[in-house]
């Protein structure tokens, strides 16, 4: 069964330290989404692709944060610098449409952030 | 704008206790609906769907029919198992949405044996 994939799944920094996120969608998926969750939230969406183009990233902080989806397939979440208030599972979801157009999202398993 | 309700957890239940985890949703037309699933420390499981009214989703035992009457999608098992304890969330997506989804705040379960 095809997965969506992330890596890493754990990541610890330091803050004012760099770090990256990267998410191989379901192949053919055009739509990719990064979210945030806090620990006991809901997921909160940062930023949405359609193929390589930016569709909504009204939420992501770009200050500090970043993403890209150059060729249209994998994707790329960063943040620099690193908060403490970063700490969170940042998880990457894709989507086909669905059948008749329902968009149902298909997540990985979630890169759990900590900064120190 | 469009709005997903859940009710407040945490749930807790014995095993083979009945669960049903209230969903009511506030859109214009007539959503597609879901319920998703988290176990601790992963991501989300799609757990089952619904896209127009009276349309029952169903998956490992779990139920929701998309009620337009209440705007309601219920999820409903007739028998927990200790292995269902996980966050419960419910989603609608509306044509309109530009392919995001409404998310609720989540439920928690804990099933104890």
């Known amino acids: 069964e095809a997965e969506v994939a992330q890596s890493p799944r754990y990541k610890i920094t330091e803050k004012s330290q760099a770090v990256a996120f990267w998410c191989d969608p379901i192949s053919g998926h055009a739509t990719l989404y990064w979210y945030r969750q806090i620990l006991g939230q809901g997921p909160e969406l940062l930023v949405q692709f359609q193929d390589e183009s930016v569709v909504d990233d009204s939420q992501l902080p770009k200050d500090r944060f970043s993403a890209e989806r150059l060729k249209g397939v994998d994707s790329t979440l960063k943040i620099q610098p690193a908060e403490l208030g970063d700490s969170a599972m940042y998880l990457c979801a894709s989507s086909s449409g669905g059948t008749g157009g329902t968009y149902e999202q298909y997540f990985g398993p979630g890169t759990r952030l900590t900064v120190t | 704008g469009d709005s997903v309700t859940q009710m407040e957890g945490p749930v807790t239940l014995s095993e083979e206790a009945f669960l049903t985890i209230n969903c009511t949703y506030t859109?214009?037309?007539?959503?597609?609906l879901f319920w998703y699933v988290q176990y601790p420390g992963e991501g989300l499981q799609l757990l089952l769907k619904a896209t127009k009214a009276d349309d029952k989703g169903s998956n490992k035992g779990f139920e929701a029919t998309y009620r337009k009457e209440t705007t309601s999608f219920h999820l409903e098992k007739g028998s927990v198992q200790v292995s269902d304890s996980a966050v419960y969330f419910c989603?609608?997506?509306?044509?309109?949405?530009?392919?995001?989804?409404?998310w609720g705040l989540g439920t928690s379960l804990a099933v104890n044996p």
């Open positions: 859109a214009t037309g007539y959503p597609s």
């Open positions: 989603a609608a997506h509306n044509a309109g949405n530009n392919r995001k989804l409404i």
